[in-house]
């Protein structure tokens, strides 16, 4: 972190070199700089005020003020931070819905360099612990992006706490800063340490030769031109701060926690038992937020899929999964697709493997918790299976004479705006030829056997096919399958 620290330096003067005087124009531009984790920009605006943000992990720093040339100093500009209560332990929340109704916490692991002590803790009430655990052993910072506690338990953990030592304001000994946060409705946390602070530091020195930001005589950044527009928004959002424009998007975004309060422990309320070391597993070691979240939910899908291949019996575990995923609509999405696919596969499997009564369950299972949830999708390979779906139904019709299976897949599945003439499953055509040959449905068998032979099922399988064995001599059949 000690590039955070000469960035803040950076804020506050500027010395052009070899000029008696200051033509103020010269300054105003954006200067930034690019880290593999971080970036930092400066606005300078002609109208004398300025805008610095920096963005690193779960560490979003955003101060404006005014500059000026020094009045003291020669070539000298001074940069004056607009009076503000930074929090120095940001912390941000999300409300994913997770499927297993537990609380994620992560701390960015980067912001935690160089912060003396760094501490958590968590209450089930209002009332503060007396005790708080470090997050890592003393001189021992791992130096890895995330750290991620165990879940929580909701009933357990209402409040959160970050701390971290400070120089007690009259220099006396050291003292433990905590904030206090109410999680509320978020169930994804993360907490980030700002060791930028409340107060700009001692002012630092640097030259503008050639458009060239330099910094202790080593380059920092080349200014670039800001254009009106550039400015505009600048000053629109960062200094006046108005709020940014919602986004149209449905995707979560982060919302900043405000924190609950503010208290001082002394040092002695530190344990020695820190909750992170460089041995952790993995777990340990994972970020939160919407992408990984929807990496472990689809490994648990998969997992409860193959487990229903293997065992049948088991697949209430899939749907139940694929039906809570489906409700929640920032993430319908994501999952319907997938969903759709291997709801289909599951049940050709079973009826493959001659399951006849464990496929009935499962198909009727899916009528009544998946399919309603996605009947509606104009997804073209989410509708196809839902052919897929019409189409074992057929044939479990045909295992079982079961009336009520029939009116699902035409009333249901089907409805009233399918058309066989414009369907792209032949297997489908083929089967509804057959459970309409075996009702002596012949308008609409013949109208479903010109449909699968369009897609190239062949007058062989027909005529072996002991379901149009009436028709077999029928003048009409023998011309549709020909």
């Not at 690193?56 to 020669?74: D, Q, R």
């Not at 941000?92 to 997770?98: K, S």
Request: aromatic letters at 10%; glycine letters at 4%.
């Amino acid at each position: 972190m000690a590039h955070l620290l000469r960035l803040s330096f950076f804020l506050m003067l500027f010395v052009v070199s070899g000029c008696a005087t200051v033509d103020q124009s010269v300054f105003v531009g954006k200067y930034s700089e690019r880290q593999q984790e971080s970036r930092s920009d400066l606005f300078l605006l002609d109208n004398n005020t300025f805008c610095y943000t920096f963005m690193g992990g779960s560490l979003n720093i955003v101060t404006a003020g005014s500059w000026t040339t020094s009045n003291e100093e020669k070539n000298t500009v001074v940069l004056k931070e607009r009076e503000s209560d930074k929090n120095i332990h940001p912390a941000q929340g999300q409300q994913l819905n997770r499927l297993d109704n537990k609380i994620s916490i992560v701390v960015d692991g980067y912001s935690i360099a160089d912060i003396n002590s760094a501490v958590f803790a968590i209450s089930k009430d209002e009332t503060p612990p007396s005790k708080f655990r470090p997050l890592l052993p003393k001189h021992n910072n791992t130096g890895r992006a995330y750290y991620s506690f165990p879940l929580f338990i909701p009933d357990d953990t209402k409040y959160f706490y970050v701390g971290s030592l400070e120089k007690n304001p009259n220099n006396e000994a050291n003292r433990l800063q905590v904030t206090q946060y109410k999680i509320g409705n978020n169930d994804t946390i993360r907490i980030a340490f700002n060791n930028l602070r409340n107060r700009l530091p001692t002012p630092f020195n640097a030259q503008l030769i050639d458009n060239s930001l330099q910094l202790n005589g080593q380059h920092f950044s080349q200014k670039t031109e800001l254009n009106q527009q550039e400015q505009q928004t600048v000053s629109k959002y960062c200094v006046a701060q108005e709020p940014l424009p919602k986004s149209n998007q449905k995707e979560l975004e982060w919302t900043t926690l405000t924190r609950n309060k503010t208290l001082y422990f002394s040092e002695e309320s530190i344990t020695n038992k820190p909750y992170f070391n460089k041995n952790d597993n993995k777990e340990a070691r994972k970020s939160n937020g919407l992408n990984a979240l929807v990496k472990d939910e689809k490994n648990l899908l998969e997992q409860q899929y193959n487990k229903a291949n293997q065992d049948i019996t088991t697949y209430n575990e899939f749907l139940t999964t694929a039906e809570k995923l489906l409700k929640i609509e920032q993430r319908q999405s994501i999952y319907i697709k997938d969903i759709s696919i291997k709801s289909a596969q599951l049940l050709v499997n079973t009826i493959a493997h001659g399951k006849v009564k464990a496929a009935e369950q499962l198909f009727n299972a899916y009528v009544t918790t998946i399919y309603p949830l996605i009947k509606e999708s104009t997804n073209k390979q989410v509708q196809y299976s839902v052919l897929v779906i019409a189409s074992q139904g057929t044939i479990l019709y045909g295992a079982t004479r079961d009336k009520a299976i029939l009116t699902t897949v035409l009333d249901t599945l089907l409805g009233s705006d399918f058309n066989i003439e414009t369907t792209n499953n032949a297997t489908l055509a083929y089967n509804l030829a057959c459970i309409h040959s075996l009702n002596r449905n012949k308008p609409d068998m013949l109208k479903a056997i010109k449909a699968a032979r369009k897609m190239n099922k062949t007058t062989e399988l027909f005529m072996k096919d002991g379901d149009f064995a009436f028709y077999r001599t029928d003048k009409d059949f023998l011309a549709s399958i020909r």
